[in-house]
């Protein structure tokens, strides 16, 4: 993932606090502040749904010669 973009999309979603305690635990042992976890969880489970169903995966960079 490059790191020279600036993110100005955001996401908002609702969790049961039980839900928010576990991803900051798993984050927290992950060695990551909770929106870079959660931001690389989904875009593991986005690309393997992706590839499975066949699709281009947008925010995969292209390599030259592509």
């Known amino acids: ?3 020279d973009t ?3 999309g ?3 979603i609702r969790l049961e606090p039980k839900e ?5 635990r798993a984050a927290e042992i992950a060695g990551l502040p ?3 976890w959660v931001r690389e ?3 593991r489970a986005a690309r393997q749904e992706l590839e499975d ?3 281009a995966i947008p925010f995969m960079a292209k390599r030259k010669g592509s």
């Open 1 to 3: 993932m490059a790191t």
């Open 6 to 8: 600036t993110r100005s």
């Open 10 to 12: 955001r996401l908002e």
């Open 20 to 24: 928010k305690d576990g991803f900051e």
């Open 34 to 36: 909770l929106s870079s």
């Open 41 to 43: 969880r989904l875009r």
């Open 53 to 55: 169903a066949g699709q």
